[in-house]
């Protein structure tokens, strides 16, 4: 890291009442993972795999695969198809799934955000890791209401 440049990182942390296996689907199958993110989610999951995950219609996140260890890890490149300050590929964005008591402790890491871009990134995650809360302890989250409408 270049302690002169001006990205920073997000990471929030939530515990969610499931076994790891179940967790990690969320992030490797598309029909899951459509449940508690976007309206339209296409993915590759395998190193170098590509995904693609359509928010609201007008902003498209995307990125790659990079790391994937089976219900411990998994590490995306990450952006938005038409930003120039998020562009694909200019972030990461890192979930660790660890065992704890009777589920799994979530944490998620978003690397090389541009400082101004933290906030908007750390509501979304906020949103979304809610949503994967719930409807990993088996509730229905119900459609995003953010699919209905334009972030940017």
């Known amino acids: 890291?270049?302690?002169?440049?001006r990205n920073e990182t997000i990471t929030?942390?939530?515990?969610?009442?499931c076994r790891?296996?179940?967790?990690?689907?969320?992030f490797t199958d598309p029909d899951k993972l459509v449940r508690w993110m976007g309206r339209h989610v296409l993915l590759d999951p395998s190193i170098g795999g590509k995904y693609r995950i359509d928010i609201n219609g007008?902003?498209?996140?995307?990125?790659?695969?990079?790391?994937?260890?089976?219900n411990e890890k998994i590490v995306m490149t990450w952006?938005?198809?038409?930003?120039?300050?998020?562009?694909?590929?200019?972030?990461?964005?890192?979930?660790?799934?660890?065992?704890?008591?009777?589920?799994?402790l979530l944490v998620l890491t978003h690397y090389d955000?541009?400082?101004?871009?933290?906030?908007?990134?750390?509501?979304g995650w906020s949103h979304?890791?809610?949503?994967?809360q719930s409807?990993?302890?088996?509730?229905?989250?119900g459609i995003d209401p953010w699919s209905e409408q334009a972030m940017h």
């Open 113 to 123: 955000l541009p400082a101004t871009e933290i906030a908007s990134h750390e509501q």
């Open 58 to 70: 007008s902003d498209v996140a995307m990125g790659e695969y990079k790391e994937m260890i089976p």
């Open 79 to 104: 952006g938005w198809e038409k930003s120039k300050l998020v562009p694909p590929g200019s972030s990461t964005v890192e979930f660790k799934l660890t065992p704890k008591d009777n589920g799994t």
């Open 128 to 132: 979304y890791m809610a949503r994967i």
């Open 1 to 5: 890291m270049n302690p002169t440049s």
């Open 12 to 17: 929030k942390e939530i515990f969610i009442e």
């Open 20 to 26: 790891p296996e179940t967790l990690f689907s969320f």
């Open 135 to 141: 409807l990993g302890q088996g509730q229905d989250p």
